[in-house]
Protein backbone atom coordinates (compact mmCIF):
# COMPACT_ATOMS: atom_id res chain seq x y z
CA UNK A 1 0.00 0.00 0.00
CA UNK A 2 1.47 3.52 -0.96
CA UNK A 3 1.64 6.01 1.83
CA UNK A 4 -0.43 9.25 1.31
CA UNK A 5 0.43 12.43 1.79
CA UNK A 6 -1.48 15.23 3.40
CA UNK A 7 -0.99 18.52 4.48
CA UNK A 8 -1.37 17.61 8.17
CA UNK A 9 -0.65 15.44 10.88
CA UNK A 10 -1.66 11.43 11.36
CA UNK A 11 -4.21 12.90 12.89
CA UNK A 12 -5.84 15.53 11.17
CA UNK A 13 -4.24 18.09 12.61
CA UNK A 14 -2.40 21.12 10.67
CA UNK A 15 1.43 21.67 11.19
CA UNK A 16 0.63 25.28 11.76
CA UNK A 17 -1.45 24.22 14.90
CA UNK A 18 1.75 22.47 16.41
CA UNK A 19 3.97 25.26 15.79
CA UNK A 20 1.83 27.27 17.66
CA UNK A 21 2.03 25.51 20.97
CA UNK A 22 3.49 27.04 24.16
CA UNK A 23 5.97 25.50 26.60
CA UNK A 24 5.21 24.29 29.54
CA UNK A 25 5.86 27.79 31.60
CA UNK A 26 3.22 29.02 29.17
CA UNK A 27 5.95 30.98 27.10
CA UNK A 28 5.78 30.18 23.07
CA UNK A 29 8.39 27.33 22.13
CA UNK A 30 11.71 28.63 20.67
CA UNK A 31 10.83 29.85 16.91
CA UNK A 32 9.57 26.77 15.42
CA UNK A 33 11.89 24.80 17.82
CA UNK A 34 9.55 22.23 19.14
CA UNK A 35 6.53 20.42 17.07
CA UNK A 36 3.52 18.08 19.03
CA UNK A 37 1.66 16.17 17.51
CA UNK A 38 -1.47 13.31 19.67
CA UNK A 39 -0.22 10.69 17.65
CA UNK A 40 2.94 10.67 19.61
CA UNK A 41 0.47 10.88 22.59
CA UNK A 42 1.57 8.18 25.06
CA UNK A 43 -0.47 7.39 28.16
CA UNK A 44 -1.85 10.99 28.07
CA UNK A 45 0.99 13.02 27.75
CA UNK A 46 2.82 14.61 24.81
CA UNK A 47 5.71 13.38 23.21
CA UNK A 48 7.52 16.69 22.00
CA UNK A 49 10.83 17.08 20.09
CA UNK A 50 12.78 19.92 18.12
CA UNK A 51 11.24 20.27 14.59
CA UNK A 52 14.83 18.72 13.25
CA UNK A 53 14.14 15.38 15.71
CA UNK A 54 10.45 15.52 14.94
CA UNK A 55 11.05 15.00 11.17
CA UNK A 56 13.95 12.21 11.36
CA UNK A 57 11.25 10.29 13.32
CA UNK A 58 8.27 11.44 10.68
CA UNK A 59 10.62 9.90 7.96
CA UNK A 60 10.85 6.39 9.37
CA UNK A 61 7.24 6.72 9.54
CA UNK A 62 7.26 7.36 5.53
CA UNK A 63 10.33 4.85 5.12
CA UNK A 64 8.34 2.02 6.61
CA UNK A 65 5.48 3.58 4.90
CA UNK A 66 3.25 2.92 8.13
CA UNK A 67 0.86 5.67 7.83
CA UNK A 68 0.19 9.50 6.86
CA UNK A 69 3.04 12.40 7.16
CA UNK A 70 2.61 16.19 7.24
CA UNK A 71 3.53 17.55 4.08
CA UNK A 72 6.14 19.73 5.74
CA UNK A 73 8.04 20.17 2.73
CA UNK A 74 6.26 24.04 1.96
CA UNK A 75 7.49 24.81 5.50
CA UNK A 76 11.03 24.89 4.80
CA UNK A 77 10.20 26.54 1.24
CA UNK A 78 12.73 24.84 -0.10
CA UNK A 79 12.84 22.82 -3.30
CA UNK A 80 13.17 19.61 -3.15
CA UNK A 81 15.97 17.67 -4.81
CA UNK A 82 15.15 14.37 -5.83
CA UNK A 83 18.54 12.88 -7.26
CA UNK A 84 20.33 11.25 -4.01
CA UNK A 85 22.67 8.97 -4.77
CA UNK A 86 22.57 4.81 -3.17
CA UNK A 87 25.28 5.37 -0.87
CA UNK A 88 22.88 8.60 0.45
CA UNK A 89 19.56 7.03 0.69
CA UNK A 90 21.47 4.03 2.20
CA UNK A 91 22.71 5.97 4.97
CA UNK A 92 19.51 7.68 5.47
CA UNK A 93 17.65 4.73 5.79
CA UNK A 94 20.42 3.41 8.21
CA UNK A 95 20.15 6.72 10.44
CA UNK A 96 15.96 6.71 10.84
CA UNK A 97 16.36 3.12 12.03
CA UNK A 98 18.51 4.55 14.31
CA UNK A 99 16.73 7.55 15.35
CA UNK A 100 13.45 4.78 15.97
CA UNK A 101 15.39 3.23 18.13
CA UNK A 102 16.75 6.03 20.08
CA UNK A 103 13.40 8.01 20.24
CA UNK A 104 11.69 4.17 21.76
CA UNK A 105 14.66 4.54 24.75
CA UNK A 106 13.94 7.48 25.52
CA UNK A 107 10.37 7.54 25.59
CA UNK A 108 9.52 5.70 28.84
CA UNK A 109 12.15 8.40 30.47
CA UNK A 110 10.76 10.94 28.98
CA UNK A 111 7.25 10.09 30.54
CA UNK A 112 9.01 9.02 34.06
CA UNK A 113 10.30 12.63 34.28
CA UNK A 114 8.65 14.51 37.16
CA UNK A 115 10.07 18.01 36.39
CA UNK A 116 10.23 20.71 33.04
CA UNK A 117 14.17 20.27 33.89
CA UNK A 118 14.05 16.72 33.77
CA UNK A 119 12.06 16.50 30.45
CA UNK A 120 14.60 19.06 28.57
CA UNK A 121 17.77 17.13 29.93
CA UNK A 122 16.03 13.74 28.57
CA UNK A 123 15.02 16.16 25.58
CA UNK A 124 18.77 17.36 25.08
CA UNK A 125 19.93 13.90 25.53
CA UNK A 126 18.11 12.20 23.06
CA UNK A 127 18.21 15.01 20.28
CA UNK A 128 22.18 14.69 20.70
CA UNK A 129 22.08 10.95 20.50
CA UNK A 130 19.84 11.02 17.37
CA UNK A 131 22.01 14.00 15.87
CA UNK A 132 24.83 12.03 15.95
CA UNK A 133 23.85 8.46 14.69
CA UNK A 134 22.58 10.75 11.44
CA UNK A 135 26.17 12.58 11.93
CA UNK A 136 27.45 8.73 12.07
CA UNK A 137 25.79 7.51 8.78
CA UNK A 138 27.87 10.62 7.08
CA UNK A 139 24.82 12.68 6.61
CA UNK A 140 24.25 16.07 8.18
CA UNK A 141 21.17 16.52 9.49
CA UNK A 142 20.15 19.28 6.48
CA UNK A 143 21.02 16.71 4.36
CA UNK A 144 18.87 14.02 6.04
CA UNK A 145 16.04 16.30 6.06
CA UNK A 146 16.33 17.09 2.31
CA UNK A 147 16.14 13.32 1.65
CA UNK A 148 12.99 13.50 4.12
CA UNK A 149 11.38 16.17 2.37
CA UNK A 150 12.21 14.37 -1.34
CA UNK A 151 10.54 11.19 -0.11
CA UNK A 152 7.45 13.22 0.70
CA UNK A 153 7.32 14.65 -2.87
CA UNK A 154 8.88 11.70 -4.73
CA UNK A 155 7.06 8.22 -4.11
CA UNK A 156 9.80 6.74 -6.25
CA UNK A 157 12.59 8.12 -3.24
CA UNK A 158 10.50 7.06 -0.48
CA UNK A 159 10.21 3.32 -2.24
CA UNK A 160 14.00 3.59 -2.33
CA UNK A 161 14.15 4.03 1.11
CA UNK A 162 11.90 1.41 2.00
CA UNK A 163 13.08 -1.32 0.71
CA UNK A 164 16.57 -0.34 1.98
CA UNK A 165 14.89 0.00 5.25
CA UNK A 166 13.14 -3.37 4.94
CA UNK A 167 16.98 -5.22 3.79
CA UNK A 168 18.57 -3.38 6.68
CA UNK A 169 15.72 -5.02 9.16
Not at 12 to 27: E, I, K, L, N, Y
Not at 115 to 129: H, I, L, M, Y
Amino acid sequence: MEPTWRSSCPMGQSVAAHASDRSSAGRPSPAGAAARCPANQTDGAFMTYPRNIMLAILALVVALGLGTVPAMAQDYGASVEANYSEEELRSYAAAAIEVQRINETFQPQLQAAETPEEVQAVREQATGQMVEAVEDEGLSVDRYNQIFQAAQADPEVAEQISRYVQEMQ
